[in-house]
């Protein structure tokens, strides 16, 4: 099985769609503008602010774009004591902060809403984290023309999601930054890097894979790549570029070579970040429980950002954040790729 969209990239990058700040329609279209294909998140906004995403990044190329969307098919809400516990311990936090805490709430980021949406005025691709779409949104979407990329992270989720019959599948690795894509977040998750993840799914389906997790220098790509990727799924790369929305603190943090830790602290849902006091004091005692703890928390993390504590803010990043360079997207893109065939060069050379 092929992509159309992927076998027409002029270059095999895809920008990862960082909800939450960093991902903007600057950032999604200059990407797009140098040869890979930008997204944008749908995650944690309206419809009307992801239709306004869409119709920005579209004023600034008319080259195809991506969006992804939260899918929580089947997801359960968490211990409610367990939630009112944590609640109780970030209080302080609160309290030191000025804020009050958010209001804990289930619900599933307004998927069916912005599938009408986006069937309605498609964009090139859909890609879903977090769990398996419904089966009528991937068959309504490609009916509209616009290709559906499951995330996924081991070979059963992979088999899974082949049955769907989507385009393409994300293979996210144990490194990648921000939260992880299994289908079930609990201690049964997939602990796969990329590369291996890559070879078993590779032998698992026949459906062409986007490598992401780690994926910060040229180097990293070319391997994905030969690995059998098709393309790769750049995130923590971007963050220092001019076009993302990347806040002041995180920026700062993610030129360090601070390390890195996976934590349920600041959503209630795995997600790897740069380690920072509260991830420290907090990640123990965190539940499983998402998206309430994304909304308890998110008054806290507000305030992290506009007051420039990044001890109080989600750092989301992947283990080679320290590489990140500071240039325009587009001139990252075009660096990345030159890199990759740089180095894909010497390996052959080096096989003789």
């Known amino acids: 099985m092929t992509s159309a969209l992927l076998e027409a990239l002029p270059l095999p990058i895809v920008g990862a769609p960082m909800a939450g700040g960093p991902t903007t329609p600057a950032l999604a279209a200059a990407v797009s503008e140098a040869g890979g294909l930008g997204f944008l998140g749908a995650g944690y906004k309206t419809v009307a602010a992801l239709r306004e995403d869409i119709a920005a990044t579209r004023a600034l190329t008319d080259r195809p774009i991506g969006v992804n ?9 968490g211990d409610a004591e367990a939630i009112a516990a944590y609640a109780a311990r970030l209080a302080g936090e609160a309290a030191r902060a000025g804020v009050e805490l958010g209001e804990p709430r289930f619900e599933d980021d307004h998927l069916a809403a912005k599938m009408e949406a986006l069937i309605a005025d498609p964009v090139a691709v859909v890609s879903f984290t977090f769990g398996l779409p419904p089966r009528d949104a991937v068959e309504r979407l490609h009916a509209a023309g616009a290709e559906v990329w ?8 992979a088999r899974a999601a082949a049955v769907l019959s989507p385009d393409a599948l994300i293979v996210q690795g144990l490194e990648a930054g921000g939260h992880r894509g299994v289908f079930v977040d609990d201690e049964s998750a997939s602990d796969l890097t990329l590369l291996a993840a890559l070879q078993l799914i590779g032998a698992a389906v026949d459906l062409p894979l986007v490598a992401t997790g780690g994926l ?5 790509i070319g391997a994905a790549l030969v690995a059998g990727a098709a393309a790769a799924q750049v995130g923590s790369a971007y963050l220092r570029t001019p076009e993302a929305g990347t806040s002041e603190a995180q920026r700062a943090a993610t030129a360090t070579n601070a390390p890195t830790a996976l934590t349920r602290a600041f959503t209630g849902r795995t ?6 006091r509260l991830l420290t004091e907090q990640s123990a005692a965190a539940p499983r429980a998402y998206p309430e703890i994304h909304h308890l928390t998110g008054p806290l993390r507000a305030h992290g950002r506009a007051a420039g504590d990044a001890d109080l803010i989600n750092l989301w990043a ?4 320290a590489l990140a360079p500071e240039l325009p997207a587009g001139e990252l893109t075009r660096q990345l790729v030159a890199n990759a065939r740089a180095a894909v060069a010497a390996a052959r050379a080096r096989l003789g």
């Open 318 to 321: 992947g283990q080679v954040h």
């Open 150 to 157: 499951i995330t996924v992270t081991s070979p059963t989720e």
């Open 271 to 276: 997600a790897r970040g740069i380690v920072n």
């Open 69 to 77: 969307a939260f899918a929580l098919l089947g997801a359960a809400p």
């Open 216 to 220: 910060t220098t040229g180097a990293a």
